[in-house]
T-cell receptor
Framework: NAGVTQTPKFQVLKTGQSMTLQCAQD?????MSWYRQDPGMGLRLIHY???????DQGEVPNGYNVSRSTTEDFPLRLLSAAPSQTSVYFC???????????FGPGTRLTVL | EDQVTQSPEALRLQEGESSSLNCSYT??????LFWYRQDPGKGPEFLFT???AGEEKEKERLKATLTKKESFLHITAPKPEDSATYLC???????????????FGQGTILTVHP
């Protein structure tokens, strides 16, 4: 099993550009989530999904969109990047909500 | 509001010097308390799940314990390779208002000197 995979590992964007961060898991997990990690702020939940076709907002959803068309994939979209979105982004999955989550390697995003 | 607080923020130990990390939690409808290890530039790596007060889990030099309000990560005779950030998180039941979300603490940065 590859576990949770994320692409790209690094990305630099200019303000106003759009992009999609990819996340996939091969463990047949129902629950998937996106976090951002900033110094002094810890891990903050952006969006989560409890199954294909079902998504909801987390703690810091503004500026981000998600969709979940399959069990395996949970992409995160930045429609118009802003410098405040400079961060490290982690995707995670768990078998069910509230269970231990397994994290991907992260994407380091810089918005200029 | 669910809250998880870790202390200390940073801990420096000499190799072989045992110590404990603290995680205080207030999570409505707690299903499990999780511990993770995070190395620089990597994603958090799952270590333990604790489900009920009095439970203990061990892995090599690490032992996690749980009370109704706190969890401790005890490190016995640490080695330099144990240096990392240790995160704890409270996981809410799927049926509650938090719907299975994890609330993370800020982490404790552990440095073990040879």
């Amino acid at each position: 099993n590859a576990g949770v995979t994320q692409t790209p590992k690094f990305q630099v964007l200019k303000t106003g550009q759009s992009m999609t961060l990819q996340c996939a898991q091969d463990m047949n997990h129902e629950y998937m989530s996106w976090y951002r990690q900033d110094p002094g702020m810890g891990l903050r939940l952006i969006h989560y999904s409890v199954g294909a076709g079902i998504t909801d907002q987390g703690e810091v959803p503004n500026g981000y969109n998600v969709s979940r068309s399959t069990t395996e994939d949970f992409p995160l979209r930045l429609l118009s990047a802003a410098p405040s979105q400079t961060s490290v982004y982690f995707c995670a999955s768990s078998l069910y909500p509230g269970y231990e989550q397994f994290f991907g390697p992260g994407t380091r995003l810089t918005v200029l | 509001e669910d809250q998880v607080t870790q202390s200390p923020e940073a801990l420096r130990l000499q190799e072989g010097e045992s110590s404990s990390l603290n995680c205080s939690y207030t999570v409505s409808g707690l299903r499990g308390l999780f511990w993770y290890r995070q190395d620089p530039g990597k994603g958090p790596e799952f270590l333990f799940t604790l489900y009920s007060a009095g439970e203990e889990k061990e892995k090599e030099r690490l032992k996690a314990t749980l009370t109704k309000k706190e969890s401790f990560l005890h490190i016995t005779a640490p080695k330099p390779e144990d240096s990392a950030t240790y995160l704890c998180a409270g996981g809410a039941n799927a049926g509650g208002t938090s719907y299975g979300k994890l609330t993370f603490g800020q982490g404790t940065i552990l440095t073990v000197h040879p």
